[in-house]
């Protein structure tokens, strides 16, 4: 059975998904744009559709995503030492 919500088939072709490319594509603040935007039009027109709940559920979906990719984030940069080069601090 096809899931429209979590995996839908239609994109997953080739051997990837095309979250994981987008994700590849952008920095990590493009990124987050990404799935906070995705969130918040799924959110808009839940009501319009006729998919309600589909919708509402894909709102949820990238809304988990992005909260997942933030604490990734802050996982990864509690684990980094912070160093000054030149002036400018940053993480190793």
Known sequence: MNDLVNKP???NTGGVECIKAIE???SP?????????NAMKYLWRYS????DIQD???SIWYTTRLK????GESTN???RETRT???HTGTS
């Not at 603040?29 to 935007?37: C, Q």
């Not at 319009?48 to 998919?51: A, L, Q, S, V």
Request: proline share 0%; glycine share 16%.
């Open 77 to 79: 940069m509690a684990g």
């Open 85 to 87: 080069i030149y002036g």
């Open 48 to 51: 319009y559709k006729g998919h």
């Open 68 to 71: 997942e990719y933030i604490e």
């Open 56 to 58: 509402l559920s894909k």
């Open 24 to 26: 590849a594509s952008m």
């Open 9 to 11: 088939d239609h994109y």
């Open 29 to 37: 603040t493009e990124f987050k744009g990404y799935l906070k935007g």
